[in-house]
């Protein structure tokens, strides 16, 4: 008897499903679903399952719906060299698809999470969401990819193509009861060393893991870290829509002011710089897509998306700023005019708030903090500066001292939430948030200090001079330090925007330091 006939011969005895060209999956009765089961205890690290996905969905070898990665621990001679393969977990509750604002993914029948990629504009929001770090941006196609579990040829009985590659059986697609899995067994069987809790999307994959487990398992790429895309068109997009909220607000609050103290009222001018801002800003977010043509289906899904919830309402508040700015243009004041700033007010307070829960998400620990909702609104303190220049060249004075002092204040927040973050690195044991602070600390050191020294300087220091030379009589000089003031502001913003981004790692499997989803 040949070899091959002879491993034919074995498999067709043991039910084994790798090497076979099709699968014997039985229907799936009611309540099931399809899921993997991956075998830790076979695996060898030959990476054949990659390489097999690549192939049959014609991927470049950047672009890994299959990932093996790769980890050790233990004590001599008592050690562990451990391999965990692992694609889309088909997840009951998938935060790829409810994180959609253009409802691409589809949680099929049988329980495949399906991305359609005809709907998808690469807005990427899917890579930050999911824990895993599974769906992967594909810059020839400018679109999200990632694994089908091969459904075709699961529906024609063939074997998935990592499946059938694996030299060992260590993966295998398997029906499972998802009440059961949920209720029973997930938290004993789908949980896996360094990866994120099972809970977070009630992921399906089955993992078996070797006994004895030593506890102190460390990814094999631990100390290999990549910074994260800059997003630059994200950077400019969010600071300049945060900074137009506050000065509306301001706009707003100096309107009803001037109806019933001697204090002047804003007129169109101030009106038109806050509006330019978020006119301005919003379309750059275009720019970060794979697909920017596509941009206005970014509203479709509102039901659970919060980017969706975010075009839609800093889309509205910008053209209510607009309605605005024509009200001041024309002179159409009262009740009418209190009322659309009102509304544009409540509108866009909700646009920036959904716009700080994009990033709330467990997939990026650095992210996942409520701190993050108010760095978004103190942001706005250069809005207040820049509305204090427009005062003091129309002879303003005292509103102008008023501006700067709530300049000040929201500066003060700004600066205190900065020193905040600083605490939080450094007392995180996290494995991500460390190497998050590495990122910070040595690949962008320079940066970093930059923005230590030039958030004071602009949030409070040069204002408070602005308002110390107005009221020595000194105009010209309070004009160079409210400039001054804007402009580190505004640069140190940027700049701080810029961290966020680039030191943003997120969850995803350990030891994967042959491929990424992010961009570099």
């Known amino acids: 008897m040949s ?65 093996v990665g790769e980890m050790e621990g233990g004590e001599f001679p008592n050690t562990l060299l451990l391999f965990l393969s692992m694609s889309c977990n088909h997840c009951i509750d998938p935060a790829c698809l409810k994180g959609c604002p253009t ?20 807005c990427q929001y899917c890579t930050w969401n999911c824990p895993y770090d599974v769906p992967v941006f594909h810059e020839e196609r400018h679109i999200v990819t990632k694994c089908h579990m091969c459904y075709d040829r699961i529906e024609n009985g063939q074997t998935p193509a990592c499946v059938q590659a694996c030299p060992e059986g260590a993966i295998e697609i398997e029906a499972v009861n998802v009440k059961e899995w949920v209720e029973r067994d997930m938290k004993k069987e789908g949980n896996a060393p360094n990866l994120v809790d099972v809970e977070i999307t009630k992921a399906t994959t089955r993992y078996t893991l ?56 804003p007129d169109f001018s101030m009106a ?55 009200m001041y243009y024309f002179e159409v004041d009262g009740f009418l005019r209190f009322l659309v700033e009102f509304v544009g007010i409540v509108v866009g307070v909700y646009g920036i708030y959904a716009q700080s829960m994009i990033y709330r998400v467990p997939a990026k620990p650095t992210w996942n903090r409520i701190t993050t909702t108010y760095r978004f609104f103190s942001t706005g303190y250069i809005a207040t500066a820049i ?16 501006l700067l002092s709530f300049s000040i204040l929201l500066g003060s927040l700004q600066i205190y939430l900065f020193f905040e973050s600083q605490r939080f690195y450094e007392n995180n044991e996290d494995y991500v948030v460390k190497r998050a602070k590495k990122l910070l600390e040595d690949n962008f050191g320079i940066f970093y200090k930059f923005r230590k020294i030039s ?57 994967n330091f042959f491929a990424g989803s992010q961009r570099g």
Not at 103 to 121: L, P, R, S, T
Not at 389 to 400: P, Q, W
């Open 455 to 511: 958030l004071p300087l602009g949030a409070v220091v040069f204002p408070l001079f602005a308002i110390v030379s107005i009221n020595a009589g000194s105009d010209m000089l309070g004009y160079v330090f409210i400039v001054l003031s804007i402009l580190t502001a505004f640069l140190s913003e940027l700049v701080g925007r810029m961290l966020f981004y680039s030191t943003a790692l997120k969850t995803g499997l350990p030891g």
């Open 387 to 402: 509305l204090a220049f427009i005062a003091l060249l129309k002879g303003y004075g005292n509103v102008s001292d008023i």
């Open 3 to 67: 070899a091959v006939k002879s491993f034919i011969d074995y498999k067709a005895k043991t039910g084994m499903q790798c090497g076979s060209y099709f699968i014997d999956l039985p229907p799936l009765k009611e309540g099931e679903q399809y899921r993997f089961h991956f075998d830790a205890t076979k695996c060898i690290g030959c990476h054949c399952c990659e390489v097999a996905c690549n192939e049959q969905n014609n991927n470049p070898s950047d672009i890994k719906w299959r990932r």
């Open 103 to 122: 409802n691409a993914y589809e949680k099929m029948d049988n329980g495949i999470v399906f991305h359609h990629d005809d709907v998808c504009i690469g």
């Open 210 to 265: 070797p006994k004895d487990m030593p506890k102190n398992l460390k990814p094999m790429d631990s100390e290999l870290v990549k910074p994260a895309h800059k997003e630059l068109p994200l950077v400019f997009m969010t600071v300049l829509t945060q900074i137009s909220l506050i000065g509306f607000i301001a706009l707003f609050l100096g309107d009803l002011a001037g109806s019933f103290t001697s204090l002047p009222k």
């Open 272 to 326: 038109f710089t806050i509006f330019l801002l978020s006119a301005i800003g919003l379309p750059l977010s275009a720019l970060h897509l794979g697909r920017p043509i596509l941009a206005i289906s970014a509203m479709k899904n509102v039901k659970t998306s919060w980017l969706s919830r975010e075009a839609l309402a800093l889309g509205v508040f910008t053209a209510l700023m607009g309605i605005v700015s024509l």
